[in-house]
């Protein structure tokens, strides 16, 4: 069954989106982060360059660090964001 999640994007992602979040509707095909980082990818040719490389990125499904096998079955919200440093 489809469901419609919420991504939420951070720092230069958002920057380079020119957005900061939105709500897609999720294909039943779509089980994990990966699956849906790699749908988004194929859609959008600014999708594809800021998501290109999934290791300069972090996921959090409903606010817990995920990675890209983290299945999204019944989750609400996406974050996407690049690693956070402090000093």
């Known amino acids: 069954m489809a469901h419609t999640l919420k991504i939420v994007y951070f720092a230069w992602v958002k920057e380079r989106l020119g957005r900061d979040g939105e709500f897609?509707?999720?294909d039943n095909d779509v089980r994990t982060v990966g699956d849906?980082?790699?749908?988004?990818?194929?859609?959008?040719?600014?999708?594809?360059?800021?998501l290109k490389d999934t290791g300069?990125?972090?996921?959090?499904?409903?606010?817990?660090?995920?990675?890209?096998?983290?299945?999204?079955?019944?989750?609400?919200?996406?974050?996407?964001?690049?690693?956070?440093?402090g000093g």
């Open 24 to 26: 897609v509707e999720l």
């Open 36 to 50: 849906l980082i790699g749908r988004m990818s194929s859609r959008d040719p600014a999708f594809e360059t800021v």
């Open 56 to 85: 300069k990125l972090r996921f959090a499904l409903d606010q817990n660090f995920v990675d890209l096998n983290a299945s999204i079955d019944g989750a609400d919200e996406l974050a996407i964001f690049p690693p956070v440093t």
